[in-house]
């Protein structure tokens, strides 16, 4: 990957010192970009009240709380798997139940029956 723009990838290593001339221009924009783009930075946090300590400090924190929210989420995550499997659980004890309750019905159901006839058998 180049590291210079075209003209600097093919310097010429028998004229050293026009090989100097045009890395020390390649560094002087390089600078100049930088200090455009840091005092555009400087300037819109100025012009929003925020210093660059305030904006890192910030952003730290944001991240921290990120950090705490994923963290949440995942803890939930495991927590609604472990709802949901004793859901499971209780919709197999419900139907046993009401199989059982179906049971007792027809047990209740052939008692009363037993009893009429047993009643009509003494009257």
Same mark, same amino acid.
């Given at each position: 990957?180049? @590291?210079?723009s075209k003209?600097?990838n093919?310097?010429?290593?028998?004229?050293v010192? *026009?090989?100097? *001339?045009?890395?020390e221009?390649?560094i002087?924009y390089?600078k100049e970009? !930088?200090e455009? %783009?840091? $005092?555009?930075t =400087?300037?819109t946090?100025s012009? %929003?009240g =925020? =210093? $660059?300590? /305030?904006v890192v400090? !910030?952003?730290k924190?944001?991240?921290? #709380?990120?950090?705490a929210?994923t963290?949440? @989420?995942s803890?939930?995550t495991? &927590?609604i798997?472990?709802l /949901?499997t004793s859901?499971?659980?209780?919709?197999t $004890? @419900?139907?046993?139940?009401?199989?059982? @309750?179906? =049971?007792?019905?027809?047990?209740? #159901?052939?008692? $009363?029956? &037993?009893?009429?006839?047993? /009643?009509d058998?003494s009257?």
């Amino acid at each position: 990957m180049p @590291v210079f723009s075209k003209d600097l990838n093919a310097l010429d290593k028998a004229d050293v010192p *026009g090989s100097l *001339g045009a890395l020390e221009s390649y560094i002087a924009y390089m600078k100049e970009c !930088i200090e455009f %783009s840091d $005092t555009k930075t =400087t300037k819109t946090l100025s012009a %929003s009240g =925020t =210093t $660059t300590a /305030e904006v890192v400090l !910030i952003l730290k924190d944001m991240q921290n #709380t990120l950090s705490a929210l994923t963290s949440t @989420v995942s803890s939930l995550t495991g &927590r609604i798997s472990a709802l /949901e499997t004793s859901a499971a659980a209780l919709q197999t $004890t @419900v139907s046993a139940l009401q199989t059982s @309750v179906s =049971t007792l019905q027809a047990d209740l #159901t052939a008692l $009363t029956a &037993r009893v009429k006839a047993l /009643e009509d058998k003494s009257a």
